[in-house]
């Protein structure tokens, strides 16, 4: 199955662009395997800059490596005020893996032939969830790379070199934070960011626009999702299609061989066109929308948490005012308190302003992407529309010339 | 020809297969019923198929579904109504020609005489449609009726153009009536489709949805169908009951077609195959050539079960895939709204709108699969169901000649019997018996002889008919037409005008 070549990798980048473009510090996932139901990623990183040992090399990592690291990005106090790129989702091989066992099962009725072509499409199916994955954790690496301050964390240096197990590094920053932040944040972030008293209007606009469009694109995510999953169920359909009509015209019934003339021309147009492009436009439409739409949801979640962090300095330099104006009225710790009072005022005025950058260039960004996906998707789909009709025609002349 | 052709041509647009240019259709529901597909194919086919017949056999035949075609279905009359009179009498007109051309396939022409070649060629005098569906009553007693409408030049008939009202039972009550008569002579009677209380109890009950109004669309299809191919049928059309069932103003209602309820009749059909199968071995068949038509039919049976439902779940996912389609649009649309990016927000919503014009395209794709493909695999099955039928009495009639025998040689030992004990008047009786049951062995002989023959030449009809060939010729080349046609030219245009929308983003 050729779709997934490197035009196509090019194309698949495009939910983030301007990414990998500089030369100082260039990194791809050359390859990767799938083991059971993990996933061994090789990391291969090209770099002029001195801080690395070595001007090129490869390490392998795990999924689970990725979300230590951004889970350190995200716990890190600097980085408060920037948009921490999202996790990449854990691989998800549930699809192919239900099909596998429909597949087992239903092995008793199918054909010989049936079977082979829907194991083939299973294969096919497999490597697609794999290809995604591969890309989706690739992207998350270079929205790093391409980051001013992100790509000169020490923690991402030691993911990108750190030619042994990450695992152990793993367990010790679990026990450090204990997934606290997560725990407590996810929930209340709506509540808090939606209670506190804005008095910055570029904030205020953020807000309300985010909240609303994370919601909107959730749903459109979600919507879409559905669409592609029964454009994949009817290219099933018309593999199976396909496959009975082939047995049904290798039968030995001479007298039919009408029949078997036509079900030939039938199964063929049926297989060479329309599972092909059916198929494809599945794939492609997924890719493009579904993809842009899903990652673009993670990024405005990630957006939202930035505004959930500017919220609580907020929070933060609102009570410590409160506590410096208890502590001049008590006469007591008036310094110390004053010295809370500015650390919490420089914190959040960091905040807002890196934020304020941050937020500017993600909306650049996110306009950006839509535009590239969007025009790659109409003209794939035009182009997928006229393959059709040329393969059509084929069969048409097959058909009415015999 | 050149008659048909022009006239044809301004019905619409579309002309020639092979040129990539195609004008839209003026109606595109033109193109999913099942009469304007009609119109297309046919036209493509004989536009070829003049150049090279008389060459290959296959040809022939194509040549002849192509005239099959234009007339079976056709209700382009349908949608314009003053021009059903011409195109009745250019199609059969131009029925002459090809029909002179069309050879059956060589194996089938062995197998028959000339008298009944020239029953093959026969013109099809008659055209019937059903049409216009209409409730009638309320609640649990109501009905629809259809309207059956035949236009004709066969001098039997009173007139040449005569509509009647007839509701589903009527249909079941003929069916009832022509398979008692000739079903047990070998005739491969055409099957009505099921009953199905389900359908319509949603019909009667008066739910407005989409699935009762696909529920009376295909039973109206299946019905139109049944019926044409009763009066293609030459030995049916002679019947008087199919006379009175298409003239006659007000029909008796029929009471008995409790059996042909959708379980009775499958059972019906089941237990014909039960006992056919039970027979077969018993039956030391002398001619193979029964023994292995009942295998590819009873194969055909099995594989055509398999399609007809793996069709069925491509029309359930093409339809879930509009409903899909139509909530992503409504979410695009919202989303759209909610971007701040004014071009990006023009763009989204325009996307919005193109999903939602292809929720429309799927739709109508959803409704081709169900008419023009589903309902013609249901009917073939039932078709197929039908020839088991005729198998089934032909080895009834073998086992009545069989038991005749039987009978016979237990009259002859009698006989012998009474002989030996010297019993003279009740010898004369069983005399007498012998020669009645010599008679009868003779005549179910004779009788098996002739169904037999029947059951053979009806098969051959059936293989070599529109039947088969409707199917498998002209489905696969409709199908693809129509997305060459309509669907894919659909979409390009649809993805072409959102594109500059999409490059204007910035």
């Not at chain 1, 309300?208 to 669409?227: P, Q």
């Not at chain 2, 020839?387 to 237990?410: E, T, Y």
Request: charged fraction near 30%; proline fraction near 4%; charge should be negative.
């Amino acid at each position: 199955m050729s779709s997934f070549d490197e035009n196509n990798k090019e194309r698949l980048r495009s939910v983030s662009v301007d990414l990998n473009n500089d030369a100082s510090l260039l990194i791809d996932i050359p390859d990767a395997l799938c083991e059971r139901d993990k996933v061994k990623f090789t990391v291969h990183t090209k770099t002029t800059l001195s801080s690395f040992q070595k001007p090129e090399f490869s390490v392998p990592r795990q999924h689970e490596d990725f979300i230590w690291l951004h889970d350190t990005l995200v716990e890190t106090e600097d980085y408060a005020g920037l948009i921490i790129p999202p996790a990449p989702p854990k691989p998800d091989f549930e699809s192919p893996r239900e099909k596998m066992h429909k597949l087992g099962e239903g092995e008793a009725t199918m054909t010989k032939e049936e079977y082979t072509k829907m194991k083939q499409e299973l294969e096919a199916e497999y490597l697609a969830v794999f290809k995604k994955t591969v890309q989706v954790h690739e992207v998350f690496l270079q929205r790093l790379s391409s980051h001013p301050v992100l790509s000169k964390d020490r923690n991402f240096q030691i993911f990108l070199e750190y030619d042994q197990d990450l695992s152990v590094r793993r367990k010790n920053a679990k026990e450090m934070f204990g997934g606290f932040f997560k725990n407590m944040v996810k929930s209340a972030d709506e509540v808090l960011i939606a209670g506190v008293k804005e008095v910055d209007d570029f904030f205020e606009q953020e807000k309300t626009f985010l909240l609303d469009y994370f919601s909107k694109i959730k749903e459109a995510t979600a919507k879409a999702e559905k669409m592609t999953r029964s454009h994949k169920n009817i290219a099933d359909d018309y593999i199976r299609l396909s496959a009975t009509l082939n047995s049904l015209s290798a039968e030995e019934s001479t007298n039919y061989y009408i029949i078997k003339f036509c079900l030939k021309l039938f199964q063929n147009f049926l297989r060479v066109c329309l599972k092909k492009v059916e198929g494809r436009v599945a794939s492609d439409e997924e890719l493009k929308l579904t993809e842009l739409l899903r990652y673009y949801m993670r990024d405005i979640q990630a957006a939202k948490d930035l505004l959930y962090r500017r919220a609580r300095a907020l929070a933060d330099y609102e009570n410590s005012n409160k506590a410096l104006d208890k502590a001049r009225l008590k006469g007591k710790d008036v310094s110390q308190a004053e010295e809370h009072q500015k650390r919490c005022l420089q914190k959040f005025d960091t905040l807002s302003e890196s934020g304020k950058k941050e937020l500017t260039n993600f909306k650049a960004r996110r306009v950006v992407a839509f535009r590239k996906n969007l025009v790659e998707m109409a003209e794939l789909e035009v182009k997928h529309a006229k393959n059709n009709m040329t393969l059509l025609q084929g069969c048409i002349e097959l058909l009415s010339g015999n | 020809m050149s008659k048909k052709t022009t006239e044809n041509e301004g019905k619409s647009g579309t002309a020639k297969a092979a040129g990539p240019t195609f004008s839209k259709p003026t109606e595109p529901a033109d193109i999913f019923t099942e009469e304007a597909a009609a119109t297309t194919v046919p036209r493509t086919s004989n536009t070829v198929n003049s150049k090279a017949n008389g060459v290959h056999s296959e040809e022939d035949l194509f040549t002849e579904a192509t005239v099959e075609l234009s007339l079976d279905s056709p209700r382009s009359s349908r949608k314009n109504e003053e021009t059903s009179k011409p195109s009745a009498s250019s199609s059969s007109s131009s029925l002459s020609a090809p029909a002179r051309q069309a050879k059956p396939p060589p194996a089938a022409l062995e197998e028959l005489e000339d008298e009944e070649e020239a029953e093959l060629e026969d013109k099809f005098d008659v055209l019937v449609s059903v049409k216009d569906p209409e409730k009638v009553g309320d609640g649990m007693n109501a009905y629809m009726a259809y309207k059956v409408s035949t236009e004709t030049t066969l001098p039997m008939f009173r007139n040449k153009l005569f509509t009647v009202r007839r509701r589903f039972s009527d249909f079941l009550g003929l069916y009832e009536k022509l398979s008692e008569k000739h079903g047990p002579n070998g005739l491969i009677v055409p099957p009505p489709p099921e009953k199905s209380i389900l359908g319509m109890t949603k019909v009667k009950v008066g739910k407005e949805d989409s699935s009762s109004a696909d529920f009376v669309e295909r039973r109206r299809g299946a019905l139109e169908r049944y019926l044409q191919r009763v009066v293609n049928h030459p030995l049916l059309l002679q019947d008087p009951d199919v006379r009175e069932f298409l003239e006659k103003d007000e029909l008796p209602r029929a009471v008995s077609t409790q059996t042909l309820s959708g379980a009775g009749f499958l059972k019906m059909i089941n237990k014909a195959t039960d006992a056919v199968s039970k027979m077969t071995i018993k039956m030391n068949e002398s001619d193979a050539w029964f023994e292995e038509k009942l295998q590819e039919v009873e194969s055909a049976d099995q594989h055509f079960r398999k399609l007809h439902a793996l069709v069925e779940s491509l029309v359930v996912h093409r339809k879930e895939l509009s409903l899909n389609t139509a909530n992503f649009a409504k979410s695009a649309a919202m989303l759209g709204s909610a971007e701040d990016n004014t071009a990006l927000s023009r763009a989204l919503s325009q996307l919005a709108e193109v999903e939602d014009k292809i929720e429309q395209l799927h739709q109508d794709q959803a409704a081709y699969d169900t008419f023009s493909f589903a309902e013609l695999i249901a009917d073939y099955i039932r078709l197929l169901g039908a020839v088991r039928g005729s198998f089934d009495h032909r080895i009834k009639a073998w086992q009545r000649w069989q038991d005749a025998q039987a009978m016979l040689q237990k009259k002859r030992e009698t006989e012998a019997k009474l002989l030996w004990a010297n019993k003279p008047d009740k010898l004369q009786q069983a005399k007498d018996e012998i020669v009645e049951w010599e008679a009868r062995v003779t005549q179910f002989e004779r009788d098996f002889e002739r169904v037999s023959a029947t059951v053979r030449k009806e098969v051959l009809r059936f293989e070599v008919r529109c039947e088969t060939l409707k199917i498998f010729k002209y489905q696969p080349a409709q199908y693809v037409f129509s997305i060459f046609v309509y669907f894919s030219p659909q979409l390009i245009k649809y993805w072409e005008a959102f594109l500059p929308e999409a490059k204007a983003i910035a």
